[in-house]
């Protein structure tokens, strides 16, 4: 296990929002790709969305695009992840990770955080 820890899920209504926050030790935010993954029970971790801090350039998948932002403090070296219009298919423990150039997780998998949206 890695020393990245996401925190800040919990428990969210149908249409709520929630901020989630990684803590990244070891690498500087500015020099690496990084991204967003979740886990569904039963389900194999995806990622769903990733950003270059170099230029800013942002990638999502299709079921969090338009109501989730990943943006990363390079001052802070912390990543966050502020989801809004949040759905029970968007419940699962969600991850950050450094990318490789192909936008593959590069650390062990470190703490992750459990999203939990009630219909």
């Known amino acids: 296990q890695s020393d990245l820890a996401a925190s800040g899920g919990g428990l969210v209504h149908t249409g709520g929002s929630a901020r989630l926050s990684c803590a990244v030790p070891g690498f500087t935010l500015a020099d690496y790709a990084v991204g967003w993954f979740r886990q569904a029970p039963g389900l194999e971790r995806e990622g769903i969305a990733c950003i270059s801090s170099s230029d800013d350039d942002t990638y999502y998948a299709n079921s969090v695009k338009g109501r989730f932002t990943i943006s990363a403090d390079v001052a802070r070296n912390t990543l966050t992840l502020q989801m809004n219009s949040l759905k029970p298919e968007d419940s699962g423990v969600y991850y950050c990770?450094?990318?490789?150039?192909?936008?593959?997780?590069?650390?062990?998998w470190g703490q992750g955080t459990q999203v939990t949206v009630s219909s």
């Open positions: 990770n450094r990318l490789t150039n192909r936008g593959t997780p590069v650390l062990p």
